[in-house]
């Protein structure tokens, strides 16, 4: 395969806002299609926004949460979902893959619990697949449901296989390994994480890995946060609530690009497949350093469904 170029969105949300959160995503897409990247990653729930108010408030407050649970689940996306048709189109336009995270609706189900997930969209405007979080952290369980392993695994493209972990999964060393001795060959890693431990993990990554690792955080400036369900006051007296640090590491662990901090834009990188696989002919994780006659590990990949239609055997079979 021939190098080709990536870009990593650090941008604000439109907070609350989908219709918004998209023409920026679309305009966005547009600048770095414009510059020759053929896969755009963006940060963590980057739609309709990171519900960065669970930082702030004590469970106890029920009334504030549920009003913000309310909000956040109108401005939610299904995927797949009409929701996102406008930014599929741009990704067609445009002839790139699209890496977007979303507060996505369990439509499956009831359609009002949320999870943290990646969507992405391939060139032809299609969404190629999905990433569910496995486990929200801290506060954000009082927002997300945790995902399962039936989305826990690479996407083949014409750029290689692309594999998704979201922020803090990223510390989780199985989930790590499955994605590995599944053939991935760059990861994308939205976040809305930052700093000097989060940029060090993801040199980890691309090194223990010998991938390459698309960093996208997200940047929230107290100019970004409406004055809406009371969000402005809850920040008062910040002026950045997250600086960002978005960036690439390479297969070498090295930093491809940025870290970008404390305002918004793209930063680009150079990938090279060959980089990838060169690397590992001392340190193949999921190959020869593997050792499966010492360990035993296995991914569960069934959906796990809130509920299942058991076919009755006087009616028939359930169609």
């Known amino acids: 395969m021939e190098s080709y170029r990536i870009a990593v969105v650090q941008a604000a949300p439109a907070v609350l806002d989908r219709a918004a959160g998209l023409e920026k995503a679309r305009r966005f897409v547009r600048e770095a ?130 594999g998704m972990l979201i922020c803090w999964e990223n510390y989780m060393p199985l989930a790590r390994y499955a994605l590995y001795a599944q053939g991935t060959d760059v990861l994308v890693a939205p976040t809305y994480d930052e700093g000097e431990t989060c940029l060090c993990t993801v040199r980890h990554i691309a090194k223990e890995g010998r991938v ?8 929230l400036h107290r100019d970004h946060v409406p004055q809406a369900h009371g969000l402005a006051e809850l920040v008062a007296g910040r002026e950045w609530i997250k600086g960002g640090d978005s960036a690439i590491a390479a297969p070498s662990g090295a930093l491809a690009a940025g870290p970008l901090n404390a305002q918004e834009g793209i930063v680009y990188a150079e990938v090279d497949p060959a980089a990838v696989t060169g690397a590992r002919w001392n340190l193949d994780v999921a190959g020869h350093y593997a050792r499966p006659d010492v360990f035993d590990f296995a991914v569960r990949r069934r959906p796990l469904a809130p509920m299942r239609i058991a076919a009755d055997a006087e009616e028939g079979p359930v169609v």
């Open 212 to 219: 390459y690792v698309a960093s996208a955080s997200m940047v």
């Open 33 to 162: 299609a414009g510059n020759g990247a053929r896969l755009v990653v963006f940060p963590e729930t980057y739609l309709p926004t990171y519900p960065f108010w669970v930082w702030f408030l004590a469970p106890r407050e029920h009334a504030r949460l549920a009003e913000l649970h309310a909000a956040l689940v109108d401005q939610a996306v299904s995927v797949p979902g009409p929701e996102l048709a406008p930014l599929q189109e741009t990704a067609r336009e445009a002839g790139v893959y699209v890496a977007l995270g979303v507060n996505e609706r369990n439509s499956e189900a009831s359609a009002t619990s949320l999870f943290n997930s990646v969507a992405l969209i391939g060139p032809d405007g299609e969404i190629a697949a999905k990433h569910r979080k496995l486990v929200p952290t801290g506060p954000e369980r009082l927002v997300w449901a945790q995902g399962d392993g039936s989305t826990l695994a690479p996407v083949g493209t014409p750029l290689g296989r692309l």
